[in-house]
């Protein structure tokens, strides 16, 4: 796990930080279940990919990589490293390059003259121009999998859509929790433009009962809805 300078944070938010990594290095460290014959390595090619919404926040990303590759956006990093970590939010690149993430993962984000010197990061080309999370769905999308599960994608803000809704709110490159959210109409044209152009992919799209469900998304047949708890089922976690 990487190191991180916590003069650049808060009490609060320093205090935040270090009980995920905490939860995060316990995981780590229990023992596996035995894989259920229906989803071992042996008989599935699928990839996750984690946004960052409050709806994944059960799901320990490191019992994912049993079962396929991980890829990952901005501040995840922070707990985990998943097999590719998207960042194109400049504040967040600067972040990562401070800490030294990328020197040891690997890390892609878009060409920006702001770090263009950085090293081993790297670039789209060309650039995406998109958010990190519709990014990451892409760059999956790209090596060839049968399967994509796709997890923190909840598009709408809390509270009616009025709150944000992000596992990192209130530290460091992100706003507050009673801040207003970001519309999403950005995010979700990208994950309809990421599904159509890959037919032959069946995505599965991991939500909470009272997630939202776009109706774009419901226009594609190589999408499904599947609840969190059958997830976990599926995959044997307790």
Request: charged share 25%; hydrophobic share 30%; net charge positive.
């Amino acid at each position: 796990m990487p190191k991180i300078d916590k003069r650049q944070y808060s009490k609060q938010e320093w205090h935040r930080i270090r009980e995920q990594r905490r939860l995060a290095k316990r995981l780590t460290s229990e023992p596996k279940q035995e894989l259920p014959e229906t989803v071992t390595n042996k008989n599935y090619n699928s990839a996750f990919v984690l946004g960052n919404g409050l709806s994944r926040k059960d799901i320990a990303p490191q019992d994912l990589s049993v079962h396929g590759k991980t890829y990952g956006c901005n501040a995840l990093y922070r707990t985990f490293s998943p097999n590719y970590l998207v960042a194109v939010d400049v504040k967040m690149v600067l972040e990562i390059n401070k800490a030294g993430y990328q020197n040891t993962n690997e890390v892609w984000t878009n060409p920006n003259k702001t770090y263009a010197k950085m090293q081993n990061f790297n670039f789209f080309k060309p650039s995406k121009g998109w958010s990190s999370g519709p990014t990451a769905l892409w760059l999956a999308s790209q090596h060839g999998y049968e399967k994509i599960f796709i997890l923190g994608f909840d598009y709408k803000g809390l509270d009616q859509g009025k709150k944000l809704n992000n596992l990192y709110a209130d530290t460091a490159n992100y706003k507050k929790s009673t801040d207003s959210a970001t519309f999403f109409g950005n995010w979700l044209r990208q994950t309809c433009s990421v599904i159509k152009e890959h037919p032959h992919i069946q995505y599965f799209r991991v939500i909470q009962p009272d997630n939202y469900i776009p109706d774009e998304l419901n226009k594609f047949d190589n999408i499904e809805h599947i609840f969190l708890e059958d997830f976990k089922k599926m995959f044997n976690f307790s």
